[in-house]
């Protein structure tokens, strides 16, 4: 990890004040009027905090957390540090132009995927993630603290300006699209990213009975929904596989309920080493708001 001479909340406080205008209170969505290392104050005297971890609490009400977050979420810091969504993060850069984008990621959770995206770009990029869960956001706030910029927030009250961003990228999260439409800019995308049937099957062989309905995964209706609301919208295949090294195999089970929810059978180590190389295969649902899909 880097060493910043500034602590996070004065970097986080450097971040909002030099990308003010992208922002809006989830209140009341008129501006912030003033910006200090304590926090921001839109218009209408609503108030919001730089924690110590340097990120902004913008919700009302209280986070969502379970006993179970930090540890799933700290194996997927593991896991996606190695690399496992780098295949997707790559076909994501590709649909972008080269100009620097401004970048929303929902519900980021530990950042990783958000944090890679900035280092295959260039670090060219405005981003900025959120997620409902404070945990996730207190470990994405390790990252890059000077560039990326992360909140707790609720996706149907986005923190953002009407019309100031480029992308909102959606990596295996629940959706908001008349928000994502309010705060994209004439010309932005809404890239969803959604398993397909194969999405780490080896993973679910290992956990899951044959004939268990979890065992395979259907996308079909998530994605005629997204196309129903953008029929001009395009569907990108994304399909590799990754080697996953044996330290990180538990750790792949530990973060799987992040994705199903559901309890499933205890992986013995035989189990483990069958998950020596895993499938990545996903589908990027993309619709550019100049196209007339919106
Ligand atoms: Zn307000």
Known sequence: MRHYKLKKRELAARWVAAHQS???????????????????????GHQWDFNRAGSVHFLTGASSENAYDREMLAARRRVLAAGLFDSIIAAVAKELPAAPQRIIDVGTGEGTPLARLNQVRGEIDTLTGFDISKVGVQL???????????????????????????????????????????????????????????????LRALLYPAGDAHRHYDNHLVKERFLARFPGARVVPVRAAFALPAALRADLVAMSPLHWGQAAMEPNAAGLASLSTVTLAVELLIAEKSAGNY
Request: hydrophobic share 45%.
């Open 22 to 44: 992208l922002l809006a209170c989830p209140i009341c969505q008129a501006g912030f009027e003033a910006v200090t290392d304590q926090g921001l104050r839109c218009a209408n």
């Open 140 to 202: 994405a706030t390790q990252l890059a603290p000077d560039q990326l910029f992360f909140s707790v927030a609720d996706l149907r009250h986005l923190p953002f300006a009407t019309a100031s961003w480029d992308l909102v990228l959606e990596l295996f999260s629940p959706a908001d699209y008349a928000e994502f439409d309010r705060v994209l800019a004439p010309g932005g995308r809404l890239i969803k990213v959604v398993p397909t049937g194969d999405y780490l099957r080896e």
